[in-house]
């Protein structure tokens, strides 16, 4: 079975500019979960969903960033505008639900220039 | 605020050595301790995970030790291999949702 799938795993963008990641999770899981990785921060949950909603985003850092799951099979994490602070390695994971292990993605190094 | 603190930052084990990494947390409510494995380039895995209403959980060549009264675990991993060289994350989570707060990280290198 094919693992959690993230595109693109490498972008380079321009302050200001509008970036969309993207997330396939795990067929048959129903959890779904952003992190994003810093050296100086580590690795910290953005926001996850349960069935499609959001249940906890108290991790979003700030109005730039939003995320949506329109359905079961995708999730989307967008930064609007983009900062050079933003730049990290955003990872998105699933679950068989909440509480079960949660199964990382290969993840999407961000730089913004 | 860090919840989950651990050390050390880096660590060199021979090849055959014990590796210990360390995690304190401050959340008494914190109720499911995992540890991630993570190689460059990829997303953290899960090697073992330990609640806590036991002070130890083995899986071949790595065991959990947990101490509930001083807030502590440990990662054990017994004759260390080149190929456990990576990253490796505690974590620690409370309630039904699994919201994982992960400690800092340690880069482990074991040498040939």
């Known amino acids: 079975d094919a693992g959690v799938i993230q595109s693109p795993r490498h972008e380079v963008t321009e302050m200001g500019q509008e970036v969309t990641l993207r997330c396939k999770p795990i067929s048959g899981h129903n959890s779904l979960f952003w992190y994003r990785q810093t050296m100086m921060r580590g690795l910290e949950l953005l926001i996850y969903?349960?069935?499609?909603?959001?249940?906890?985003d108290s991790g979003m850092p700030e109005d730039r960033f939003s995320a949506k799951m329109p359905n079961a099979s995708f999730s989307t994490l967008k930064i609007q505008p983009s900062e050079p602070r933003d730049s990290a390695v955003y990872f998105c994971?699933?679950?068989?639900?909440?509480?079960?292990?949660?199964?990382f993605g290969p993840g999407t190094r961000l730089t913004v220039t | 605020q860090q919840q989950v603190k651990q050390s050390p930052q880096s660590l060199i084990v021979q090849k055959g050595g014990i590796s210990i990494i360390n995690c304190a947390y401050e959340n008494t409510a914190f109720d499911y301790f995992p540890w991630y494995q993570q190689f460059p380039g990829k997303g953290p895995a899960l090697l073992i995970a330990i609640r806590p209403d036991v002070s130890e959980k083995k899986e071949g060549r790595f065991t959990i030790s947990f101490n509930k009264s001083a807030k502590q675990f440990s990662l054990h991993i017994m004759d260390s291999q080149p190929g456990d060289s990576a990253t490796y994350f505690c974590a620690a989570s409370k309630g039904s949702a699994r919201q994982l707060t992960f400690g800092s990280g340690t880069q482990l290198t074991v040498l040939p």
């Open positions: 994971a699933s679950s068989r639900d909440v509480g079960y292990e949660q199964y």
């Open positions: 969903f349960n069935n499609n909603v959001p249940i906890d």
